[in-house]
Structures are given as structure tokens and as C-alpha cells.
């Protein structure tokens, strides 16, 4: 598989395993998403919206822009911001090619710092930080009767390739 094809592959089960999470959180009250459920008293709301801004200063960083934390969203807006985010980060990986796996960007953390990378590298990053914090959620959802269920890597597979 080749840079542009990595990303591709990365970016989809990025958004497969995002919807999942959704999906199951969409079946929450609103009590449900905006109580303390996680590790320093976040809920599943403020986890899930960390998550979609994290994917969107990426994104921006990628492009060569800033990349600024977005306003929280609410619960109405949560599912929006996902979407945007996957149709933009499923537009940047369409326009890939294998020598911009290895193209170094330069970015500043959100404190300021500069770090350059390839952007390969950074890709990985974005969907290895989403695991985290799916894991995060899902076992919240989990507790709370709602698991997402599979969100490994080989069930996205599975399904794509309809096995």
C-alpha cells in the first residue's frame, strides 16, 4: 500500500470507528452525555467533542494553516462537527499522493511550540489519538448498556470488504 492509499485507509477507519462511537452515544439522554462519566470528571459529550476538535486543528495544521480549539458544540451540534470534519479530512486524503506521506509540516502545538513531522507520521497520530479516546468513550457507553461494540482495526476491514 502506498502514502496515499495509507492515508486513505487511516482516515476511513478513522470515520467507521467515529460513527460507531456515535451511533451509540446518539441513544444516550442528554443527562446521559453531559454527566462526568470519564477520568477527571469529563462527560462523554466533552471527550467526543475534544475528539472532533482535535481532527479539525489536524486538518488545518496539515493544510499549513494555525489550527485553533473550536467552540464546545453541543449535543445537537456534535454530530455535525463529525461530519464536517470526516467530508474534510476524506477530501485531503483524496488529493494524497505517496510523496506527501513523506512531506515534513511544520506546526505549532496548541501552547506555541514548534514541531515538524511527516505528514504520514501526523496521520497516524490523528487516528491513534481518536483510539484513545474511543476507547475512553466506549467504555462509558459500555457501562451505561450502550457498547459501540467491535472498534478494532480488522472489524472495519471486515465490513468494508463485506466478510
Request: net charge negative.
Amino acid at each position: 500500500m502506498n502514502g496515499g492509499q495509507q492515508a486513505r485507509e487511516l482516515i476511513g477507519f478513522n470515520e467507521w470507528a467515529n460513527a460507531r462511537v456515535l451511533d451509540a452515544a446518539a441513544r444516550l439522554t442528554v443527562e446521559q452525555l453531559t454527566a462526568p462519566q470519564l477520568e477527571g470528571s469529563l462527560s462523554i459529550l466533552d471527550a467526543l467533542a475534544h475528539l472532533a476538535g482535535a481532527q479539525m486543528i489536524w486538518l488545518e495544521r496539515f493544510r499549513g494553516a494555525r489550527g485553533e480549539w473550536p467552540p464546545s458544540p453541543g449535543v445537537a451540534e456534535l454530530r455535525a462537527r463529525f461530519d464536517a470534519s470526516h467530508d474534510d479530512l476524506r477530501a485531503f486524503a483524496g488529493t494524497l499522493t505517496d510523496a506527501d506521506w513523506d512531506r515534513v509540516i511544520e506546526y505549532r502545538s496548541t501552547k506555541g511550540d514548534p514541531y515538524s513531522r511527516p505528514l504520514g507520521l501526523l496521520v497516524t497520530h490523528l487516528v491513534n489519538h481518536g483510539t484513545q479516546h474511543r476507547s475512553e468513550v466506549a467504555l462509558a457507553l459500555t457501562a451505561l448498556g450502550h457498547s459501540p461494540g467491535e472498534l478494532d482495526y480488522l472489524y472495519y476491514t471486515y465490513e468494508r470488504d463485506g466478510l
